[in-house]
């Protein structure tokens, strides 16, 4: 059963051989740690899964988490304005399936880094998104824990 402040309980099976991590995190503004509980299934948890094996777990549903974390982890070149046509191109090709999360709105985005690289060319090509003019480094946005997780009620 997973259970949490206003929060209906659930229950998840997450099959055999899942995965729990549980800790502490201390939050600057509260007096007590906030703890948390990470439970993974075996394709997610087991170190023996493919890098390239297109499915991304991540903690958050905002598209500006979502395009900075799938173009870091698979080294996507882009801008972080691209961030809302992303994730318009990943709803239209069903490429989100939203997970579990108490806390949070965590979701696996299904796909690899050849097809990311194809909807990106198209988007150049239609001038749906636009590369830069100028040269120069691009900021991306920095995420911190208040951002990834949902507020207390």
């Known amino acids: 059963m997973v259970e949490g402040p206003g929060v209906q309980p659930i229950r998840a099976c997450l099959e055999r051989n899942a995965q729990c991590f549980k800790g502490s995190v201390q ?54 304005d691209w961030a809302d046509w992303f994730a318009h191109e990943l709803n239209t090709h069903r490429a989100i399936v939203p997970a579990l ?29 636009r590369i830069p003019a100028s040269t120069g480094s691009i900021r991306w946005p920095r995420f911190n824990l208040a951002d990834l997780f949902l507020p207390a009620k």
């Open 101 to 129: 999360g108490v806390g949070c709105n965590p979701l696996i985005v299904k796909g690899q880094k050849e097809q990311f690289l194809d909807w990106l060319s198209w988007g150049v090509e239609s001038e749906a998104i």
């Open 27 to 80: 939050l600057a503004g509260r007096k007590k740690p906030l703890r948390h509980l990470i439970a993974l299934s075996e394709e997610f948890a087991s170190s023996s899964t493919p890098a390239g094996s297109g499915k991304t777990l991540l903690a958050s549903s905002e598209n500006r988490f979502i395009w900075a974390s799938i173009a870091h982890i698979l080294g996507i070149p882009g801008m972080p």
